[in-house]
C-alpha cells in the first residue's frame, strides 16, 4: 500500500513538472509561432562606442569628456541591421572621458540646430520614433501584395475606383516588428551614470530630405559642460 501511494505521487509530480513546463514554455511564445519566429533578446546589442571621438564625422570638448558625432540622415544603423524612418533623422554620438571616467548622460542634453535656426530641434523619445521604423530590405509575401492589388479594384469593371482611397500596404509580422523595435531601442543612447566610452542615436523629428540640410550643429548642454559639434550634412 504505501509503495502504491509512492507511485501515485511521483506520476503526480511528473505530470505537474511536465505541464509546468508547457505553460513555461507559451509564456515564452505567441500563439501560431515558433522559436524561429522569436527576436532573440539576449543577443540584441547596444550600440558600440568607436574607438576614439576622432573616429566620428566631428567632435568636441565639453569639460573632462569629448563627444564626436556623425549625422546619418534618415538612416537607422544598428550593430545587427540598418533601417530607416521617413519622419526622423538621427546621430550617432559617442562620450569619452579619461580611464575609468563617468558621466551622467541624458538624451535630453542633446538637441540639434538646422541651419542656422535660433531655436534647436529637442531630442525624441523612441516610442514616438518606433511608429516609423522601417525595414528597407523587407518585401511583402507574394500573397499580400494581391490581396492590396485586388482590394483596389471594383468587383465590376476591373478599373480603380474613382475617388477611392489607396489600399493600406501590408503589415510586417510582429515577431519581426518587434525584434527590429527591440534593435533600435537598445542603440539609442544609454542613459543615468555611465563608464565612459559610451556611444547611441539620437533622433531628431524632421521629415524633409537630408540633402537639402544647409549647415547642421549639435549641441550638448549636460553634466560634463557645454559643447558645440559642426556635423557635414
Not at 550617432?92 to 540646430?113: I, K, M, Q
Not at 528597407?136 to 485586388?150: G, H, I, L, M, Y
Request: with cysteine.
Amino acid at each position: 500500500m504505501i509503495v502504491c501511494k509512492e507511485m501515485r505521487f511521483t506520476s503526480t509530480l511528473s505530470a505537474g513538472l511536465i505541464i509546468t513546463g508547457v505553460l513555461l514554455s507559451a509564456a515564452f511564445f505567441l500563439p501560431g509561432q515558433d522559436q524561429n519566429d522569436q527576436p532573440k533578446d539576449l543577443q540584441i546589442k547596444g550600440m558600440p562606442a568607436r574607438v576614439a571621438a576622432t573616429e566620428y564625422q566631428a567632435h568636441a570638448q565639453a569639460g573632462s569628456v569629448t563627444i564626436g558625432a556623425e549625422f546619418l540622415g534618415h538612416s537607422v544603423p544598428t550593430p545587427e541591421h540598418t533601417f530607416s524612418s521617413e519622419d526622423f533623422i538621427v546621430v550617432e554620438a559617442g562620450v569619452f572621458g579619461p580611464p575609468g571616467a563617468h558621466a551622467t548622460l541624458s538624451h535630453n542634453d542633446f538637441s540639434l540646430r538646422i541651419a542656422g535656426k535660433k531655436l534647436p530641434l529637442p531630442t525624441e523619445p523612441f516610442e514616438l520614433v518606433m511608429k516609423s521604423l522601417k525595414d528597407p530590405e523587407w518585401q511583402p509575401p507574394e500573397e499580400e501584395k494581391e490581396k492590396a492589388s485586388k482590394s483596389s479594384l471594383t468587383t465590376g469593371g476591373g478599373g480603380a475606383q474613382a475617388g477611392a482611397p489607396p489600399p493600406a500596404p501590408p503589415k510586417m509580422p510582429f515577431p519581426l516588428r518587434r525584434a527590429m523595435e527591440l534593435q533600435v531601442h537598445r542603440s539609442g543612447m544609454e542613459e543615468g551614470d555611465r563608464p565612459l566610452p559610451q556611444a547611441g542615436l539620437l533622433f531628431f523629428r524632421y521629415g524633409g530630405k537630408p540633402e537639402n540640410i544647409k549647415s547642421l550643429e549639435l549641441i550638448y548642454s549636460g553634466a560634463a559642460g557645454n559643447a558645440t559639434i559642426e556635423l557635414q550634412p
